[in-house]
């Protein structure tokens, strides 16, 4: 079934330990996304991801890393998780950036880290 | 800054029409979309208007004026499965999707 998939589900994490969300689409979209939402906010941009091999910054990167080594994988890292960090983490994918191209979202990850 | 407002909560009857509306403030405008997010579920596209005017899609219209830095989703024949967040964001000048917070729709028997 084509769509966007993201792993774990769930996840409590304990504050200074690293984390790598992961995120496959198999719809070989050109651009992903990482948002994180968060109860009274609207979805912020963490990293996106134009096309393959390329990065950028998103309004809130601090404390997170994004690769793209190829279409399919999207994975965002914490390489030290803060308590402000805990948010629910959507991945999302377009065939391009930009113009009227829609977004598909991931089934998002829960993240607490206590 | 940028900036998205939508109402946080709307109530409505089942088999109503709702109107729920956005405005907005963002550096440049690429067009605006809609999603709707049913809780603990990922968001899904409803709409986008880039040119001033009402587009229709069934039950669901969206309204934008470029101008007025307003648009509005129209939602008719209201049914229990409607109640949900819709979520407006708009494309900046970098394409990158602002979004509002979210209106939380309620939908009453």
């Known amino acids: 079934i084509a769509g966007i998939t993201q792993a774990p589900t769930s996840q409590i994490l304990a504050a200074g330990r690293r984390m790598t969300l992961r995120c496959t689409q198999d719809?070989?979209?050109?651009?992903m996304y990482w948002y994180r939402q968060d109860l009274g906010l609207g979805l912020r941009l963490i990293h996106y991801s134009n096309t393959a091999g390329t990065t950028g910054k998103g309004e809130v990167p601090d404390g997170y890393s994004v690769s793209r080594a190829n279409t399919d994988d999207f994975p965002l890292t914490l390489a030290s998780a803060v308590p402000s960090q805990t948010s629910v983490y959507f991945c999302?994918?377009?065939?391009?950036?930009?113009?009227?191209?829609?977004?598909?979202f991931g089934p998002g990850t829960r993240l607490t880290v206590l | 800054g940028q900036n998205i407002d939508q109402p946080t909560e709307m109530t409505a009857t089942e088999g109503a029409i709702v109107q729920i509306n956005c405005t907005y403030q963002?550096?440049?405008?690429?067009?605006l979309f809609w999603y709707q997010q049913h809780a603990g579920e990922a968001p899904t596209f409803l709409s986008y208007?880039?040119l001033d005017g009402l587009e229709e899609k069934g039950r669901f219209s969206s309204f934008l004026s470029r101008s007025k830095g307003y648009s509005y989703l129209l939602l008719k024949e209201l049914q229990m499965k409607d109640s949900a967040s819709y979520l407006c964001?708009?494309?900046?000048?970098?394409?990158?999707?602002?979004w509002g917070a979210g209106t939380k729709l309620i939908i009453k028997p």
């Open positions: 719809m070989r979209h050109n651009a």
């Open positions: 964001a708009v494309s900046n000048s970098n394409y990158q999707l602002i």
């Open positions: 963002t550096s440049g405008f690429n067009g």
């Open positions: 999302a994918s377009s065939q391009r950036a930009g113009g009227g191209n829609e977004q598909f």
């Open positions: 208007n880039v």
